[in-house]
């Protein structure tokens, strides 16, 4: 007969015996156990000798020692990019020129989520519910990378990977403190490591003066600007099973800004405040290293709350102080999911979907009370084929419905010959586009007295299209592990079609009876007629308005490198240098474009260790004489010098650090408007103690 | 029973009633086995053993094994007769009459030396499996192939992906003990400092990562009760990879998982190595092999990790030269 011994026989061995403890006894398992699959191809930074597009990585110890405190200000050290701040609003960021106050042309993502206001495609740096000490890297697209990531992503990516939760433990206490009451008070707390959900909650307030009003020449003021602003993010993941991964976050910031030039009545001093929200939830499943599956929705909401009034004019120089209702409320809703797989040994493949809806409300900047709605729709994929070791080839794009641009396909080619296993270069060419925002195509400013519209802004009056870039690149990557050096070429050539602009021009004469009087043909006047209910102050003549509009054609070229040298124990530098040089085509109305670019941009980030735990770095950022357009203007030749010593403490490789920074040391330098904005010199002493 | 299995039956069951018995009977076994060893024409014909194998449960990586050696075994003349398995029920017939049982796993190794006292030969478990398995069981005919690969295996990998040297640290659970010393003897040998780093739970991984990893090159990760389960093993990887340091581990899983590279031994190894044990004459000796690690092992490598890191990993096979042994 045959007898049976179950399991129970085994639980009271295992229960009476003691010796094999649960976790021991299942130890023998561990080798034939699944692993959570973290590190997917798709998961981890791509090597640049394989990428089909320039790729800048600001990692975490340029992040440290550059001593910047504001996410804007580290993407100085990315070759060819321009930054600037100017007391209106967000400071801007631009990609070898066509800078503007509303940097549209570049698209920017925290973890994989567009973090681009709807309203004006800008990014709103200050509000960014991030901290820069939460940052694990940036990655940056040096140019047109619509094939991946579509329209907006025009003249670059900036993707910020914050640190994954699991990557951390205890807490972190921050402060910064300097001149001109800045502050930045900070604190991360984490979820402890080994637990089912792996968190971090962190947040911060800082303030700061960042234009200070100084008399010009000619007895006018300059504008000033003071900010206060808190920061709030939480962030978690759990590893459901070994191929599934859930993550969660979730945050808010809000900003309080005094701007206004002291005694000016057309830009008094006063109050403003802007926020946002966002939440995203986000689902991986790791089929192995090379397959994974991604499902993420996200929603984003900003509030704006400028001034309430505005000085419009008359016309004849006459001008009158009108309240106006330009708060603005906008929303994004994202739902995307992508697949990556390898197929075969030789090919790769990536597809994905996406829809996003979009809102927007702002009485008087739409003229309605309503909320406007865009809706947008994409498919995209990529395809890589590597017949032999030393060739790459792929191919990618990204086709997409936009409520307000109608269809569009950006397409990219890209060639990685691998001169080595160290090197290697690229060929790479494509098409991308910039899609119109909901401003440029709803946009009807309106300003109100006594309940009739008196005056016009900025006006969407004709259909706009897409802006287009079509681009070619040859890069050079080196990766020379042995001499602890990476190298980084590329020149480029990039097209632009159908510029999207705004322009000066005259509405129409309404005259008593209603009639639109538009003298036939005179390009002057606005393409469209001025809405209902516009009852100028002056109806003799016709008024100004703001209309935007596709304009001409030019072409840019260029040339950047970057260098970064690293000895363990001297320490690292990063060099970065550009050369651009725009050329003007058919119709372009603005001559500032041709001089939006910088002849040479460079930027130098020198880390030096030295005895006794002690670190300095030295941060050098220099450009030509360049132009900012629309609210900006020209800004000289100018350099600046930050530098920061650094001492940690405590246990060995503790995070702990105190640090003196000086940010522009050698004093005012002219910034975004060389009339208008001097960017104020820093001073300020951190302290950062972890557990 | 064929009666030509009879003696090694005989000798077997001596071995056994003697070697789980006191000193007395252990010394009149001893004399009965050493002459029945030497009969002549008694021990000729104990080369074909009924060998019985006992497994945890169906399917999964036992199985894998089982079917391994079954294939392994196939015109061996050794017969091998499935005993069940511990979730189902292990078959008490087949495991009493087996001249030699294979136990996979340790559980069921634990279980078939409670109940039965048959030359068991444990695999697909862990060195430190079973060394607990042998402290408790000290007088059993027993022995095992264990999964753990030696130290200096792991270090000729190591050195193979790192020639220029460099220092490798060793993440361990402070409760299992101290690292084992030979492994800092192979990665000196490999040209490489081993830096090791405990940690008494898993909510301490991180901490510990974060001493040791800016200090070392790249990360050795071994099987760890506390260490090796989902959550530090994410953290594990993911830190490192903060980092940028590679970690070399010991199961397909993990370089799958993240990690660039593993040597490690596979269910089919496993059985590739019992069954050339029981091929060679010892084995109907009576004597069970010395307690080792598996002589056959994998490599593994992600290349991926490797591209993102910037590492210059050898091709396959000439990764499997220097290593040495392994297939990959």
Sequence with gaps: MKRVVRR?????????????LPSAASAGDFFFDDIPIVLTASRMAQSPLDAPAAVTVIDREMIAASGFTEIHDLLRLVPGFLVAQWAGGSPTVANHGLGDAYDGRIKVMIDGRTVTSPLRGNTNWRELPIRVDDVERIEVVRGPNGAAYGANAFQGVVNIITRAPSTEDGATLISRLGQNGFYDHGFRLSGASGGVVDWRLSGSRRAATTFRSFVRRDGAATPYEHLLIDTVNFSASSQLTAHDELRFQVGTTRGAYERGTPGSLTDPLREETQGSDYVHLMWTRSFDGDSDFTLQYFRQAEHVRPANFIVADLGGGKTRVLAVDFDVDTTRDDLELQYSTRLGAAWQAMIGAGVRQESARSPDLFNTSRTLYARHAQVFGSLTWQPIDWLKINAGGTFEQHDYSGEIFSPRLAVNLALSPQSSLRLSGGVAYRAPTLQQTDAEEVYRADGRIRSLGLLASQHLQPERVRYAEIGYVALLKDLGLNLDVRVFRESYQRYLDDRRCLSPIITPDGQVRRPPGDRAYCMANPPEGYVPFR?????????FLNSGSFVMDGAEFSVDWRRPGWGRVVLSQAFIEIEPGKGVLDRDIERSAPQAITSLLLMKELTYRWRAS?????????????????????????LKLARSFGPARSDNEFAITAQSVGGRYPEFHEGRYRAEPQLFASLRVSW | MSPSLWPSRICSSLAAWG?????????????????????????????AMQVALALPQAGGVHQTFAEALQRALAGSGHTLLAAGNLADGLDQAVLERADLIIAAGSQTAATVLDHYRRPTLAVMLSRGQWETLRARHPHAALSAIYLDQPAERQM????????????????YSSGSGEPDPELARAATAAGLKLVSEGVAQAGEVIAGLERLLPNVDALLVLPDPILSASNPARSILLTSYRFRRPIFAFSRAYVEAGALAAVFSTPEDVALDVADWLRKPAPGTGRLPPARPGSSCELAVNRQVARSLNIGVPPDAQLRALVQGCAS
Excluded: T
């Design chain 1, 8 to 20: 129970s026989v085994l639980c009271m061995h295992v229960a009476g015996a003691g010796l094999l």
């Design chain 1, 539 to 547: 109806q003799d003549k016709p008024q100004n308005a703001f209309e």
């Design chain 1, 618 to 642: 030295l941060g050098f950022y220099h450009n030509e004489a360049m132009y900012w357009l629309n609210d900006g203007d020209r800004v000289p030749s100018r350099d600046r010098v930050d």
């Design chain 2, 19 to 47: 070697w789980s018995a006191g000193a007395f009977r252990r010394a009149i076994a001893l004399c009965l086995f050493v002459v029945c060893l030497l009969a002549p024409g008694l021990a000729a014909p104990a080369l």
């Design chain 2, 156 to 171: 000729r990998l190591v050195g193979a992906v790192l020639p220029r040297g460099g220092r490798i640290g060793l993440l």
